[in-house]
């Protein structure tokens, strides 16, 4: 049974930064591509990063990129989301995935087969 497990959320001030990590268990960790996903109140789960299997590609949605950097460590089962300049529309449910494809559509949650339990950041301006 795959688990996904969040961590690193908490409270920010804007223009701080936060690193949110992913640990993975069951499964063939470094088979995967992984993903972030974050769902604010009364908003739809929003694609935030997506990166390969051996960590060469990576992905950004537009409002994150340049600022957040997605990562991992396949040794160490993790998928880390560096956060910097961070915006109180940040604010949200953060969420890891696991692509069982490397589905060219990563931005859609439906390619994702198991997901965490979530972290909360808050950005407070």
Excluded: H
């Excluded at 268990?25 to 390969?52: C, D, H, L, N």
Aim: hydrophobic content about 30%; some cysteine; proline content about 3%.
């Amino acid at each position: 049974q795959v688990q996904l497990v969040e961590s690193g959320g908490g409270l920010a001030q804007a223009g701080g930064s936060l690193r949110l990590s992913c640990a993975a268990s069951g499964g063939t960790f470094s088979s995967y591509a992984m993903g972030w996903f974050r769902q604010a109140p009364g908003k739809e789960r929003e694609f935030v990063a997506a990166i390969s299997w051996n960590g060469r590609s990576t992905f950004y949605a537009d409002s994150v990129k340049g600022r957040f950097t997605i990562s991992r460590d396949n040794a160490k089962n993790t998928v880390y989301l560096q956060m910097n300049s961070l915006k109180p529309d940040d604010t949200a449910v953060y969420y890891c995935a696991r692509d069982p494809y490397g589905s060219a559509w990563y931005e859609r949650p439906s390619s994702y087969d198991y997901w965490g339990q979530g972290t909360q950041v808050t950005v407070s301006s």
